[in-house]
């Protein structure tokens, strides 16, 4: 992903909430799991990590783009903003 390609990304992902929490227990196989089914349905996903979690948003961040084979898009404070393309019902159309 390209510079212009993730500034789009960041604008298209600036009116979304976030539909995901991280909390105290940090990235469990649950929330990991959760987050990949929601790229069945969504391309661009939001998530909070919230501020008893002590673990760091960017190393989570990491760890989920790797396990969700998504990418990471940009991480903002305890906002993680992940895309996945979807290769068979396209909704957002990256610039070139």
């Known amino acids: 992903m390209n510079s212009r ?4 990304l960041k604008g298209l ?5 976030p539909i995901f929490q ?3 227990n940090g ?3 649950e ?3 959760a987050i990949t089914e929601a790229f069945n349905t969504k391309e661009l996903i939001k998530i909070t990590v919230l501020q008893n979690c002590l673990e760091d948003p ?3 961040s990491q760890m989920l783009a790797e ?3 998504s990418q990471v898009v940009h991480v903002i404070g305890k906002k993680i903003v992940l895309y996945k393309e979807d ?5 957002i159309f990256l610039p070139e």
């Open 22 to 24: 991280i909390g105290k």
């Open 58 to 60: 960017k190393q989570i």
């Open 13 to 17: 992902s600036s009116t979304l909430t």
């Open 5 to 8: 390609q993730r500034a789009y």
């Open 27 to 29: 990235l469990t196989p």
């Open 87 to 91: 290769k068979d019902h396209k909704k």
């Open 67 to 69: 396990r969700s084979h």
């Open 31 to 33: 929330v990991t799991e």
